[in-house]
């Protein structure tokens, strides 16, 4: 059975990043994505430009591309990345936004926290420009879909309800 033991923890106990010099650079891939629940004459709003704020999709994506590129600054343990690209998509729905990011690198470790971290700040993004709109509004869903690379391998999420 492979090593189980807490890779962030030093033998005192104490919290210690991960040492990734050993490991080769792979191309690393990772998606994830959330929802924005809101109210269906919000979405309509949001899919028509209406929002008085301005652009809600084109800025949530500027958002979510910014977070993807902080995200060591934000989660403490994190590795900084040398970020390849940076992908966030929407569909809108009828009482919902769903908020989809991959990011891509050429490195040591991958990049799920980059795309879980676009995500969520892409969404919060939609929720502070419609929230004059409506005060209703619910992130959630937020997960991660895919991963390539790395020495575990592929790995896909099929449904919300694998844990």
């Not at 990043?17 to 929802?35: G, Q």
Request: glycine share 8%.
């Amino acid at each position: 059975m492979a090593d189980r033991s807490l890779t962030h923890l030093d033998p005192l106990g104490g919290a210690r990043m991960v040492d990734v010099t050993p490991k080769e650079p792979t191309h690393r891939r990772a998606l994830a994505r959330c929802r924005v629940w809101m109210a269906p004459e919000t979405t309509e709003k949001v899919a028509s430009n209406a929002i008085t704020k301005g652009d809600v999709l084109g800025t949530a994506r500027i958002a979510g591309i910014q977070a993807a590129k902080r995200t060591p600054d934000l989660i403490p343990m994190c590795h900084p990345l040398l970020v390849g690209a940076v992908h966030v998509n929407f569909t809108i729905g009828d009482d919902y936004v769903e908020v989809e990011s991959q990011v891509e690198t050429v490195d040591r470790t991958g990049v799920e926290m980059e795309a879980l971290t676009a995500c969520a700040v892409a969404a919060l993004t939609i929720y502070d420009m419609c929230k004059s709109a409506d005060r209703s509004m619910v992130i959630g869903e937020l997960a991660l879909w895919e991963k390539t690379g790395g020495s575990r391998g592929p790995w896909r999420r099929t449904s919300l309800d694998e844990h």
